[in-house]
Structure formats: C-alpha cells, structure tokens
Nanobody, 126 residues
Framework: EVQLQASGGGLVQPGGSLRLSCAASGFNINGRLIGWLRQAPGKGREGVSGIMSSFGGTEYADDVKGRFSISADNAQNIVYLQMNDLRPEDTGVYYC???????????????????WGQGTLVTVSS
C-alpha cells in the first residue's frame, strides 16, 4: 500500500526555521516525483517544491527560492523540506505527494500528483 507520512510542522516565529519530513512506504522514492504543496487559510493548494531524485532535478516556487531546500534520502525513503527565514505568508497546511517521474511540466502543478499524504500544519506568527 502506498503511503506518505508528512511531519515536522509547528508554530515558529518569523525568521525561524522548520524541517518537514515526508516518509514514503509501499514504493521507492527514487523513481518518483515527490512534491510539497501547501494550502493557506482560505486559499487554494499551491506547489512549493518538487524533486525527482533519480534525475537530480528540483524545482521551487518563486517565493520560496533561496529560503527553502528540498532533498531526498533514498536509503531512508524520506524527502525533506528545509524551510528557513519563514514568513507569515508561509503559513498553511503542507502536503507531500507523489507522482510519475518525467520532465515536461512543472513539479509545482498539483495535477502531476496521484498519491497524497495527510498534511502537516505550519504556522508562522509572532
């Protein structure tokens, strides 16, 4: 059974950091697109970052470039999202998801993903 378990969310002050983890089971992340997407209160779901570890490819949304970093630990079957210099507008529920590994469309497009984990809440507030 394919499962994605997101964790690591919490309350952090502006300028702080969090590391989210997405633990996968039932499949190998090396060979799949793994992405992080978030949903802010009252807004739609948006792509934050994605990684295809077998190709070494990553993509980031413009507003998180230079602040967030995605990485994959293939041995542990976990994808991480390191989030630094967090801002109030980063607040939301963060979901990890898995999709087919190919180039040709953005990793940030939610239509790329066919397996979703439960979300983890990130709140950036003073």
């Amino acid at each position: 059974e394919v499962q994605l378990q997101a964790s690591g969310g919490g309350l952090v002050q502006p300028g702080g950091s969090l590391r989210l983890s997405c633990a996968a089971s039932g499949f190998n992340i090396n060979g799949r697109l793994i992405g992080w997407l978030r949903q802010a209160p009252g807004k739609g779901r948006e792509g934050v970052s994605g990684i295809m570890s077998s190709f070494g490819g990553t993509e980031y949304a413009d507003d998180v470039k230079g602040r967030f970093s995605i990485s994959a630990d293939n041995a542990q079957n976990i994808v991480y999202l390191q989030m630094n210099d967090l801002r109030p507008e980063d607040t939301g529920v963060y979901y990890c998801a898995s999709g087919i590994e190919y180039y040709g469309s953005s990793f940030l497009n939610s239509d790329r993903y066919n397996y979703w984990g439960q979300g983890t809440l990130v709140t950036v507030s003073s």
